[in-house]
């Protein structure tokens, strides 16, 4: 759910099996995506896997990497990851913000090793938007999840907004 004019694109890998049959973003109830976000500050209530349409009101939109895939990253074939295809939303819809949610998805667009990958914000940049990479949220990943990169995102997302005066996002 990509729109212009917004502050941050979350970029996931592929929906979960779990996801792609609910046709919602981040379903799997173990998953912390809608906590985290509510957690930290990005949305200002706890939104639900069908709430997704609502992000772009709070100047956040969610695609991911291999599109047209489902299940988790190891069992994706080769073929399955569209780095071009990112970019090219990301020239489309400039954002200001891009943050992956996994340092899989970040790896095979910046064509990396996840080893070289810190949490956080990154030196360089991706199609002109400043780029992340966070700890993912989902339930294969707990053992590595880390709130405090969501939070200093959430930071950051906070100083754009007041720079170019648009308000916190309140309850819609």
């Not at 609910?22 to 896997?49: D, K, M, S």
Request: cysteine-free; charged content about 20%; hydrophobic content about 40%.
């Amino acid at each position: 759910m990509l729109d212009k004019g917004l502050t941050l694109v979350l970029v996931g890998t592929a929906p979960s099996r779990i996801s792609a049959r609910a046709r919602a973003y981040y379903a799997n109830p173990g998953n912390r995506f809608w906590r985290t976000l509510h957690e930290v500050g990005l949305t200002p209530t706890q939104l639900t896997p069908h709430d997704y349409a609502r992000l772009p009101r709070f100047g956040i939109g969610l695609t991911d990497v291999a599109k047209r895939h489902a299940g988790v990253d190891a069992a994706l074939p080769g073929d399955a990851w569209a780095p071009d295809e990112l970019r090219a939303k990301l020239r489309e819809y400039r954002p200001q913000l891009v943050a992956f949610t996994s340092k899989r998805g970040a790896a095979e667009v910046l064509g990396v090793s996840t080893g070289q990958l810190p949490y956080g914000r990154q030196s360089g940049t991706l199609e002109e938007a400043e780029l992340w990479v966070l700890p993912s949220t989902s339930p294969l990943g707990q053992t590595y999840f880390q709130l405090a990169p969501w939070q200093a995102l959430a930071a950051r997302v906070a100083a754009l907004r007041v720079e170019v005066g648009t308000p916190a996002p309140s309850g819609a």
